[in-house]
């Protein structure tokens, strides 16, 4: 079983900046992509952000490229998302996920990962 834990979402005016956390723990944090999600109320849960299991790939969806990025830390067992120039459409509920296979590439597809956080909020004011 794997836990993640998200943190460091907030209330911020546009063109503020956030850098969000998870904390894994319960399974070798190594060798698994990770990624990051969002859900907007009333809208389905999109993509944001994913790396690999070694960090050495990224990728970030159009909506977000340029102003997010993704890290890891492998020894630390956490996935960042550093948030620039926000905007308030990219208030929502940010969401960690781990891959369901080990070694795996990057990857948009949200049936692709198997664990998931809780969430955590980030609201942008205009």
């Known amino acids: 079983q794997v836990q993640l834990v998200e943190s460091g979402g907030g209330l911020v005016q546009a063109g503020d900046s956030l850098r969000l956390s998870c904390a894994a723990s319960?399974?070798?944090?190594?060798?698994?992509?990770m990624g990051w999600f969002r859900q907007a109320p009333g809208k389905e849960r999109e993509f944001v952000a994913s790396?690999?299991?070694?960090?050495?790939?990224?990728y970030h969806a159009d909506s977000v490229k340029g102003r997010f990025i993704i890290s890891r830390d492998n020894a630390k067992n956490k996935v960042y998302l550093q948030m620039n120039s926000l905007k308030p459409e990219d208030t929502a509920i940010y969401y960690c996920?781990?891959?369901?296979?080990?070694?795996?590439?990057?990857?948009?597809?949200?049936?692709?990962?198997?664990?998931w956080g809780q969430g955590t909020q980030v609201t942008v004011s205009s």
């Open positions: 996920a781990t891959h369901g296979r080990p070694w795996s590439d990057i990857s948009t597809h949200t049936d692709d990962y198997a664990y």
């Open positions: 790396i690999s299991w070694s960090g050495a790939g990224t």
């Open positions: 319960g399974r070798t944090f190594n060798g698994y992509a």
